[in-house]
């Protein structure tokens, strides 16, 4: 089974700063890689596949760069509605999620 | 739009198998190439349970892959998830979801656009 770990497992920023998640597979997984965005009590929701391609309708805010092993999702400019908690998901083989980074408010 | 609605019972003693189905609008269940769920224990990460392709070929996470089952039925636009010999580790957030099929950068990728709102079920006797 392929392994992701998401570092940090949380940090707390202000409104406005520039924040970077990164995400760490066992082995390579090209760019099979995608971002979720999970406010309290609510559902995921797709920000980011293919590690760079930004999903419809999300800001452009938000970034995402890697391949192989490593990966980033950039925040640039963080919104009130940014503090959730970031999912990577990879799905090169079956698929499996990392553990998950909490955004707090600073 | 599509939209994806899990029901089923919130409560299920331990020993018995749950049974969710998660009902597809806005749009064919045949039109998808693959539906699948996921789960989150109180608290924790989100773990995946299994897919189904179109095709009917079944993928499952192997921790609990000998006590799952996924079917889906196209003339209900439905597709359900079965889980026995349940225990209290299966208490969770359910949710049923569409992996979108996207070619990009010269690769097919299948990314959960789509999420039902989840079902909360509790595993207690």
């Known amino acids: 089974d392929i392994q992701l770990t998401q570092s940090p497992s949380s940090l707390s920023a202000s409104v406005g700063d520039r924040v970077a998640i990164t995400c760490r597979a066992s082995?390579?997984?090209?760019?099979?890689l995608n971002w979720y965005r999970q406010r309290s009590g609510k559902a995921p929701e797709l920000l980011i596949y293919?590690?760079?391609a930004v999903h419809s309708g999300v800001p452009s805010r938000f970034s995402g760069s890697g391949s192989g092993t490593d990966f980033t999702l950039t925040i640039t400019g963080l919104q009130p509605e940014d503090f959730a908690t970031y999912y990577c998901?990879?799905?090169?083989?079956?698929?499996?999620f990392g553990q998950g980074t909490r955004l707090e408010i600073k | 739009q599509l939209q994806l609605q899990e029901s089923g019972p919130g409560l299920v003693k331990p020993s018995e198998t749950l049974s969710l189905t998660c009902t597809v609008s806005?749009?064919?269940?045949?039109?998808?190439?693959?539906w699948g769920w996921v789960r989150q224990s109180p608290g924790k990460g989100l773990e995946w349970v299994g897919d189904?392709?179109?095709?009917?070929?079944?993928r499952y996470n192997s921790s609990i892959s000998s006590r799952v089952a996924i079917s889906m039925d196209t003339s209900t636009n439905q597709f359900s998830l079965k889980l026995n010999s349940v225990t209290a580790a299966d208490t969770a957030v359910y949710y049923c979801?569409?992996?979108?099929?996207?070619?990009?950068?010269?690769?097919?990728?299948?990314?959960?656009?789509?999420w039902g709102p989840g079902i909360r079920v509790t595993v207690s006797s």
């Open positions: 979801v569409r992996p979108r099929r996207i070619t990009i950068f010269g690769v097919v990728v299948f990314p959960y656009d789509s």
């Open positions: 806005g749009d064919s269940i045949s039109r998808s190439f693959y």
């Open positions: 189904i392709y179109y095709s009917g070929t079944l």
């Open positions: 082995q390579n997984i090209n760019i099979y």
């Open positions: 293919a590690a760079s």
């Open positions: 998901q990879q799905s090169d083989r079956d698929v499996s």
